[in-house]
């Protein structure tokens, strides 16, 4: 599987962007796409999360109420709506697949076999 994701920009603080994370097949079974974020010299964190196969969402604190994650499954593509935005989101974000999930919440980037190359998102003052 490959993922592509497309949508960063540079936007003011307060304003809004919408990533999408396209992949490259169909995707089956009960796989989980996630967005995480890298700011530079920093770790890859969380962001959120979309269970394929229901739909179920889960978001990092810091982004909860502000960010969306949605999906098309006919188009195979996850969406991340980030309304707000403020500088701290300043990243390269990143979508990630995990196709054989395990139990509990998959926020730990390490647990994602498959990973885009990232757009980078920029928030000034």
């Known amino acids: 599987v490959q993922l592509a994701e497309s949508g960063g920009g540079r936007v003011q603080a307060g304003g809004s962007l919408r990533l999408s994370c396209a992949a490259s097949?169909?995707?089956?079974?009960?796989?989980?796409v996630g967005w995480f974020r890298q700011a530079l010299g920093k770790e890859r964190d969380f962001v959120a999360l979309?269970?394929?196969?229901?739909?179920?969402?889960y978001y990092a604190d810091s982004v909860k109420g502000r960010f969306t994650v949605s999906r098309d499954t006919d188009r195979n593509t996850v969406y991340l709506q980030m309304n707000s935005l403020k500088p701290d989101d300043t990243a390269v974000y990143y979508c990630g697949m995990d196709s054989a999930p395990g139990a509990g919440l998959r926020t730990k980037s390490e647990w994602y076999d498959y990973w885009g190359r990232g757009t980078q998102v920029s928030v000034s003052q």
């Open positions: 979309i269970n394929w196969s229901d739909g179920n969402t």
């Open positions: 097949r169909r995707t089956l079974g009960h796989y989980v």
